[in-house]
Nanobody, 125 residues
Framework: QVQLVESGGGLVHTGGSLRLSCAVS????????IGWFRRAPGKEREGVAC????????YYSDSMKGRFTVSRDNARNTVYLQMHSLKPEDTAVYYC??????????????????WGPGTQVTVSS
């Protein structure tokens, strides 16, 4: 059974950092693409980053480059999203998602089959 569970969200001040984790079960990370998405209040869910294949190739949406880093630990079957220099506009529920395919640059939410419940990130000004 496929299951994704996010953790690591919380309240942080502007300029702070957080590391989100996505514990994955039922998937082999080398054979899949794991994406991070977020949904801010009143906005649609948007792609943040993804990591795919045996090389763990990362991809970031343009607005996230330079501040966010996606990585993974195959031994723990966990994918991480390290976020730095957080801004109030980064406030959102963050989700991880999975698809059983290796696709670079996959940040279209409609292409993912499995989702975690999300974790709240709040950045105070």
């Amino acid at each position: 059974q496929v299951q994704l569970v996010e953790s690591g969200g919380g309240l942080v001040h502007t300029g702070g950092s957080l590391r989100l984790s996505c514990a994955v079960s039922g998937f082999t990370l080398d054979d899949s693409t794991i994406g991070w998405f977020r949904r801010a209040p009143g906005k649609e869910r948007e792609g943040v980053a993804c990591i795919s294949g045996s090389r763990g190739s990362p991809y970031y949406s343009d607005s996230m480059k330079g501040r966010f880093t996606v990585s993974r630990d195959n031994a723990r079957n966990t994918v991480y999203l390290q976020m730095h220099s957080l801004k109030p506009e980064d406030t959102a529920v963050y989700y991880c998602a999975a698809v059983a395919a290796v696709v670079s640059g996959l940040i279209n939410r409609n292409e993912y089959d499995y989702w975690g419940p999300g974790t709240q990130v709040t950045v105070s000004s």
